[in-house]
């Protein structure tokens, strides 16, 4: 009910329930946040960071983050969950939010949850460094070509 208030409430009522929800992060049992992300509560929660209201986006960084803390070893199906929703690309506007305790905020859960250190990177595609600081792009080297067929 709360979830279903979160995502299609009037604004006075998403904002009651992401305070309710942000709570529950806080001082909830594991069991019970981990209730709320199967019940899907992460892409309307996501949907409130691009709100004007300054204390509602903090709020919804606040349990996104507490989220995240709370799945330990599963935060990286949480990241993937929020980045599906797109509430990664919200995230990082936030990056530029004129209230500081938000964009402090933003740049921290992307600085620890989407910091991409498991992407995969095409060593050929990343330049090397040369004595005088520049660095040498040689798009052609090691290039496999294949052929495209339906």
Known sequence: MIIHQLAKGDFGTQKEAAWAISNLTISGRKDQVEYLVQQNVIPPFCNLLSVKDSQVVQVVLDGLKN??????????????IIEEC?????????????NEDIYKLAFEIIDQYFSGDDIDEDPCLIPEATQGGTYNFDPTANLQTKEFNF
Do not use: P
């Not at 803390?69 to 993937?80: K, L």
């Not at 797109?86 to 004129?98: A, F, N, R, S, W």
């Open 86 to 98: 797109g509430g990664l690309e919200k995230i990082e506007v936030l990056q530029q939010h004129e």
């Open 67 to 80: 989220i995240l803390i709370m799945a330990g070893d599963e935060a990286s199906t949480i990241a993937e």
